[in-house]
């Protein structure tokens, strides 16, 4: 794991990195490799570079000299859409403008230790749900794609498809073992014959729900209404995990 800190405050940095050092070292994960930085602009000099290593987390001051860490942010993700950007400033006013290129979370200064924390627990999490790779296999080949690219499974007959983001393959293996493979949280199987990946649920009924990939693909599922209470519950404390 490597993250990136950026702030022309060299206090915050040291204190920064030391909380984290601190929150790795209690938990007992090895400590990640931990890159700092003054300015947006020597952030983006090293970790912009085609041959630059990915960065997994980035935390970032909004108000830097040159480029600003909204902006640097979205440079990140361009190369890493699995990373988490955290925006650590005294200045609520951004909050708007951060929010559109879906930051994780927004931190403010002081820094409270505590909520650091909680939400680096809250994007580790997110970070192995998301990467874990899953392999799919197929008459003619086994293919492995991120969880977080697969939008849901579905059951007709004794044919198994296995809908991607932007690929469907059809899969020898069963609905049983799908369902083990995707028990981690972001999956619920709504139906005997569907599971969904609840990251590209749109809405859903007492008997249908609606997907939306990320090229504006839709799916639907359906959902059983003796399942219904036990879905809404799993999506709700799903959104509420992501927030």
């Known amino acids: 794991m490597r993250i990136v800190l950026c702030d ?72 890493n859409p699995y990373i988490k950007i955290f925006i650590v400033t005294c200045y609520a006013d951004y909050l708007d403008e951060a929010m559109k290129f879906h930051v994780f979370r927004y931190l403010s200064k002081p820094l409270d230790k505590a909520r650091l924390f909680r939400n680096v627990k809250d994007a580790l999490y997110q970070i192995s749900v998301y990467t874990r790779p899953i392999a799919i296999e197929t008459k003619t080949e086994t293919v492995t794609r991120y969880a977080d690219e697969i939008v849901m499974v ?53 008997t249908l729900i609606s997907l939306s990939a990320p090229d504006g693909s839709r799916y639907c599922a359906y959902l059983a209404r003796r399942r219904y209470k036990g879905f809404r519950d799993a999506y709700m404390l799903y959104v509420e995990t992501m927030r």
């Open 8 to 79: 022309d405050d060299e206090r915050i940095l040291v204190q920064l990195e030391g909380y984290l050092r601190e929150y790795f070292q209690q938990n007992g994960i090895g400590q990640p490799e931990y890159a700092s930085y003054a300015s947006g602009d020597a952030l983006l000099a090293i970790e912009d570079r085609p041959d630059a290593p990915r960065a997994d987390m980035a935390f970032l001051d909004v108000e830097m000299p040159g480029t600003g860490g909204i902006h640097v942010g979205a440079r990140l993700q361009n190369r």
């Open 154 to 206: 579905e059951a007709m007959g004794r044919r198994v498809t296995v809908q991607t983001v932007d690929r469907l393959y059809e899969s020898v293996q069963r609905m049983g073992e799908w369902e083990k493979l995707l028990d981690i949280g972001c999956f619920a199987r709504p139906h005997r014959s569907f599971i969904v990946n609840m990251k590209y649920v749109s809405s859903f009924s007492d």
